[in-house]
Structure formats: structure tokens, C-alpha cells
């Protein structure tokens, strides 16, 4: 998702709190636009691994996408409706999991020995 540049993305452990999910992953979008392209492009990279959901809500409209892997909830939200519901706060007492930095783009050819 790094590559459609989610905002704020976050990974919460629901496991001890939840009894229909183990995570939530919680991401924004700055435009309607942007969300679609998220939710559409996890599901692409995800069908490829032969990962389907389980069922798919909100990629119409734009503004709160649900993507239901079972053991995993994807909500992608337009930022201000994620303001507005707060899983985050929700949800304060799961463990929050910060993601991995996103991988560096390879410098190419420049740092090839000079002779």
C-alpha cells in the first residue's frame, strides 16, 4: 500500500478484545479516489498470493472501505470519516503494531565503482 501512499497507516492487534477478528489494519486516503485505488489495489496484490476476501464493502462510494480477510480487517477510510469514527480510539486498548518502513527505491547505476 506504500505505493498508492496510505496515510497513517496502522496494524492493531484485536486478538484479546475481539471475538470476530484477530487485526485491524486502518489506513487513509486524501480523495475519494485515492481509497478506491487502495482498497483495489490490495485486492489485486492479494488475489495474486491467492488471498480473496471474504466480503468487500464501501469500494463504490469511496469513503470507508471494509476488506474482510477473516483473521484480518482492512478499513480504508477517506481521512476525514477516519477522524470521525476513531477506531483508533475504539480500539485504544488493542496493541498497536507500527508498520515497517517502506523499502528505499535502488539508487541504480550511481553507486557503481568509478575506475
Not at 483473521?71 to 480500539?91: A, P
Amino acid at each position: 500500500m506504500a505505493d498508492f501512499q496510505a496515510l497513517d497507516p496502522l496494524l492493531l492487534n484485536v486478538k484479546e478484545h475481539c471475538s470476530f477478528t484477530d487485526y485491524f489494519i486502518i489506513c487513509s486516503g486524501a480523495s475519494k479516489r485515492q481509497v478506491q485505488a487502495l482498497a483495489e489495489h490490495l485486492q489485486e496484490e492479494l488475489a495474486k498470493a491467492g488471498v480473496k476476501p471474504l466480503g468487500v464493502e464501501g469500494v463504490k462510494e469511496g469513503l470507508w472501505v471494509l476488506l474482510d480477510y477473516n483473521t484480518v480487517l482492512v478499513h480504508i477510510f477517506f481521512q476525514e470519516l477516519r477522524e470521525f469514527y476513531d477506531l483508533e480510539g475504539l480500539w485504544a486498548e488493542a496493541l498497536r503494531i507500527s508498520p515497517a518502513p517502506a523499502p528505499k527505491p535502488d539508487s541504480g547505476s550511481e553507486s557503481s565503482s568509478h575506475e
